[in-house]
Structures are given as C-alpha cells and as structure tokens.
C-alpha cells in the first residue's frame, strides 16, 4: 500500500530565506507526483506536476524533483515571502486516472 | 474560469441528520473524486466515478454513506445518518483521465459539523 511522508511537519524561516520542502513515497511505481498548496479554510491549489518520466519541473521560484528510485520528492522555494505561508502538500497517483495519495503536509510560516 | 463548485460551503448538522453536500465538476472532466480531510488523518479518498461510473468507493463508510452521479454535471455525497466522526472537511476534485497531466482540480470544499 502506498504511504506518502512529509517532512517537517511544520516550518518557520524568516523572508528571504531560500527553502526544502521533503516528501517521501513507499511504492516507487508510480505514475506521477503534485504539489499543492492549501491555505486554511481553503481547497487546495496544484502548484507543479511531475510525470514519472521528468526529474523536475519549475514555476517562478518553485522547483520540485523527483527521484522515483528513492522514492523522494523535494520543493524548493527561493526567497520566500510571507505570503508563500501555508501547508504544502504531496501527493501520488499509482496509475493515469487514478486517486490521490496524499502525505499530511507541511506547514510553512515565513515571518517579515 | 473554469472551477469546481461545492455545496453548502458550511454545514453544521445534529448527530443523526441526513447530509447531502454536492459538486459541480469542471465541465469536459471526466472523472470526479471525493475526499475527506480530517487533523488526525489528513486527506483521504472516499470514493471516485470515471464517466459517471464508480470506479472506486472503498475508503467510503457503506452503511451510511452513498456517492452518486445523477448526470455529468452533479455529483453527491450523502450521510444518514450523520454522526460526530464525520464532521471533517469534504473536497470534491475533477479531472481528465488522459495522457500524461491528469491534473485534479479541486473545489473550496464543505465544512461539515455534526454536533
């Protein structure tokens, strides 16, 4: 059965500081990873999409990788500004269609 | 712009009360996905219809929760009868099951209380 780990938990740098986010998944079969952005009481927003065949993708300071052999997953956020503040999360599918399999998230404060 | 539509944003419930929340998906998606999202366990999968045919409901209570499809503009998520454990954040998501972005789209979800 497919687990996804985030993390830290929770995190909290001040501005500018250039960030890693961590992920971790059981099952390296699989068909491709998000990350989301939540807000609190809000839905969640894809920030990048990594299909098993890519090593990264990159939107604006974000980029995330993925090493589907470890089974690992990181985002990187450069300069981080107080409203990048939220939970990002991870997410798996095992197969094109398919749910999501999500890891609890992290919680990230960037204080001015 | 194209977005899921979720209904009631908020629901607050006494135990025993039948709860229908809906959704709206993407029009042109395919594939509609309910989640559940608790503190303790995060988000999980309730149940997932593919061209309004459930696909998958196994992370769904049987006995007192129903997800349907009436058309391919409705989906719904009923509880009877509702009680405290259930009271947790519902999102629905909609996607397109082709080729390789098989993005989710989700919408702001239904707070649901069950005092």
């Known amino acids: 059965k497919q687990e996804v780990t985030q993390i830290p938990a929770a995190l909290s740098v001040p501005e500018g500081e250039n960030l890693v986010l961590n992920c971790s998944f059981t099952?390296?079969?699989?068909?491709?990873l998000q990350w989301f952005r939540q807000d609190p009481g809000k839905g969640l927003t894809s920030l990048l999409l990594?299909?098993?065949?890519?090593r990264e993708q990159t939107s604006g300071r974000l980029n995330a990788s993925l090493d589907k052999s470890s089974g690992r997953s990181t985002l990187y956020i450069a300069a981080s500004q107080p409203g990048d503040s939220a939970t990002y999360l991870c997410a798996v599918t095992n197969q094109a269609g398919t749910a999501l399999i999500f890891g609890k998230g992290t919680t990230l404060s960037v204080s001015s | 712009d194209a977005r899921v539509t979720q209904t009631p944003r908020h629901k607050v419930t006494e135990m025993g009360q039948e709860v229908t929340m809906r959704c709206q998906p993407i029009l042109g998606h395919n594939t509609v996905f309910w989640y559940r999202q608790t503190m303790m366990q995060g988000l999980e999968l309730l149940a997932y219809f593919r061209n309004r045919a459930p696909l998958d409901d196994s992370g769904m209570p049987k006995d007192r929760f129903s997800a349907e499809m009436p058309d391919a503009t409705l989906a719904t998520l009923k509880i009877q009868p509702s009680e405290p454990r259930d009271s947790a954040v519902y999102f629905c998501?909609?996607?397109?099951?082709?080729?390789?972005?098989?993005?989710?789209?989700f919408g702001a979800g239904t707070r649901l209380s069950v005092l």
């Open positions: 099952d390296s079969a699989i068909y491709n």
């Open positions: 990594i299909q098993s065949s890519q």
């Open positions: 998501a909609s996607g397109l099951n082709s080729g390789a972005k098989n993005i989710q789209y």
